[in-house]
Structures are given as C-alpha cells and as structure tokens.
C-alpha cells in the first residue's frame, strides 16, 4: 500500500475500543465505535471477541468499512470484544502489525491492542529472548502482548505484574477468554475514557467513540490505572503511582476529534479558543479569515470572530484521499496538494486572505497551499497556526519525522515565511495556547514545542531522531 500524498500532519498512530456487554452484538458495536476512531488511524483494523472457553480475532489492511463486513461480524460473536485501527509509518503497514495482536496464555490467547509507543523495547526484547513464541511483529505491542503471557494468574493480575516494566507512553486494552482489562501509563499521555453502556461498560481512546455506540462517558482511566470491566461494573486497582497527568497536547490542537471531550472539555471549543488568542497575538489587515478543512476550520471560526473579519470557506477538502493500492502516475504525483485540496477561485480571486492551519511540519504542504491560493487569485497569504513551532520529535506515538526535517528546528519564523511563500506568518505562543485550553501547563506533554521530555527517552531512539548530539534536549540526554 503507498501514500497517495503525504499531507506532512503528524499522525495519531491508533485508536482502541473495548467492550463487555453480554447478550449485546459485541462485535457490531465493537465496529461502531472503531469506526468512530477511524481518523486515529486508516492502515489496518482490527476486532477480537471473547466467548467463555475461546478468543477470535480478525484484523486485516485498510479502513475499518473495508476489513469488516456482514458476515465476518456475524461470525463474531461473543460477550467482550476489543477493536483497534492503526497509523504506521511507511514500511511497517505489514499485516503482521495490523491488531489486537495476539499470544498463547496458558491454554487459550490474550489479544491486546495498544495506543502509543514505548521507550523500552530493547530491554524489553530481552525479557523473552528464550520465549518459545517468536515474535511475528515488529511492534512493541507485541512485546506487551508476549510479557502479559507469561504472567500467572488473571488477566488483570498480569496486567497489574507487566505494568510497572512498561516506559513510555500507553494507553492499551487486553482481552482473554473471560476478562477485559484496559490500562494506561503513570503519565497519561494517550486519552482512554471509560463509558456506560445498556448491558455493559466500554472503554475508547475518544468519548465521540462512546457517542456512536449509545454509551455515556463515567470517567478516564486514571493514569497508572489498571481496570477490569464487567457487564454490572469495574473492577479498579492503581497499578503504578500516578505520575503529574501528561496529556499529549497535539491531542487538543489536532489528534482528537472535535466532538470529543477532552478532560471534560469539549475540543472544537478549544480549538475555537485556540484562533481566539491567535487573533489577539497576530492581528493583521484582511479581507477573509480561511481554515484548512477540517482541522484548521474551529480556529479559522474563532479568529474571525475576535478579528471581525469575515469567515469563508475557500478551499474544498477530498475526504478520501489517504492510502491506497493504485499509484498515482507521475503528472498525478506531482499535482500534490491539489489531490486533496481544490480552491474555490469565485472567493479567493483578488482577496487577502489569513489562512488558519492547526500546526507546520516539514513546511512542504504550507508551501503548496500558499502556491495554490496565490494561482487561485489570492493576493496576499496570512498563514496563521493555531500552535507553537514544533522543533522537537515524537517519541510516545506520533509519527512525526526527524529533527533535521522539521523545519521550525532549523528556521526562523520570517525564514519559514519566505521558504513557504507566505505574505506574513505567526504561531499561537504557548501561554495562548494553554489559555485556550484552558488547564494549567504543567499537565500537558509538550515536548514538540519545548523540547523537554517528560518520560525517559533511550539514547539509541534519541540518535536516530536527532541529526547531531550537540542539538539533543537537556531533558532527554539527561535521561
Ligand atoms: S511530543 Fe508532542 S506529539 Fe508527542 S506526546 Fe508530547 S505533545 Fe504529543
């Protein structure tokens, strides 16, 4: 499967479900709330049911709509199921590392599907170098899935015995044959709400998840929190000593969908709140506010709001444009952005325009947009960003590229204009964005913007996200 066009987002690399609801159809719902979380990844999908005595699980490539159908539902069935859809990078969207991932455990299977990513792996790897089951993976969530196999006693007590070797950032759900357990690391930097639903409880990284399937939102899994759900409750024990909440704050500007809460909050307010204080730090002269479909639209509202220059759409989004089998021919290819993005020439023709997009990466989509509403007609661009300059890597699960790629790591702002033909360009700071928000700072991860990593990172991971050591953060080489 290639990129039909690399949209230079970071990417969310997954969503979970989990759901105990005997005499329910487990699985269709279990598909519901998946493809509620389908924007949290679009490589692989996956569902694994529990019937007292067994554990199926199907799970395949491509969007949750095209690995499921009628009769692979149906043949589903059973009183818990776990659901997961995954983002890869390129090269790793090998069945292999589509989930829930499964091992032997004792005599039956333990499914797991997992949202972020460890720091540990090599040690890890260690752990179970004799371990009769190879690894079919290359993911660390299969790693999670072998500790988790080799530990006696119930589900939740293997959780509870595995949790502690775990670094980094996880927010996972397991399943056996009669248990589901759905736990998440000391910080919390992934989201995991739990709901309420006829019949059951249900867990999912995002509350629009617990929307979709009827359910109604108890509380998040508390951060070093292992549950156990049942059809009439929770079973609750806190596993690692809550470290300070670190959220991932790229959750709130760009990952979430903006109908889910957030820490009770809901996200298009905030990401309204967000254009709000951008208008206040960045005026300037216009005759349009335009937001970037879809994830720049909440702010792109807020700063003509505040600004009381007019909102217009200007640009029309292709919603399909994302992985696929068929490659585009070279004159395709070249057309880039345009694969998903096509002006509206009648409103842009002779205006100046602020443009509002949530965050710049490498700087190559800013770049084509702004060519594109200049051939559009538009005579000035104000890109506005409704976040901080990222010049730091991910390493708890987005996909983000190296440091020497990011293009806020190694230019100026005015330089960064220049390079992507912007009229002006400006950043919300990040006291703007933690207002918009609207919690304190010290709650977020927000090492992308600041470079200070709040979960220990290996040297071998820094080396490999970083062009030179001379340009690693204090935090992570101290660590
Ligand atoms: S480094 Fe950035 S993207 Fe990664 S978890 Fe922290 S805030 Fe989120």
Redesign the pocket.
Known sequence: MSVLWDDDS?HDECGVVGIVAPGRDISRLAFFALHALQHRGQESAGIAVADDGQVMVQRDLGLVGAVFDEPSLRSLSGHSAIGHVRYSTTGSNKWENAQPVTRNRGTGLVALGHNGNLTNTDALREQITNDPQPLQATTDSELIAALLAREPGSLLDAVVGVIGRLVG?FSAVALSEYELVAFRDAHG?RPLVIGKLEGGYCVASETCALDQIGATLVREVRPGEAVRLTATGLESRQALTPAISRM????HIYFARPDSLLDGRNVWEQRRAMGIELAGEAPIDADMVVGLPDSGTPAAIGYAFASGIPYSEAVVRNRYVGRSFIQPDQELRKSGVKLKFNPLREIIDGKRLIVVDDSIVRGTTTQQVVAMLREAGAREVHMRISSPPIT?P?????D?PSRGELVAARHSIDEVARLTGATTLAHLSLEGLQRAIGAPADR??????TGE?PIPVPDSSIKLRFEDAATQPAEAQRK
């Open positions: 970071p950032a930097v991932c704050v790229f959750e730091w991910c390493f708890y699960g987005i983000m977020f991860c927000r090492a992308c913007f990593y």
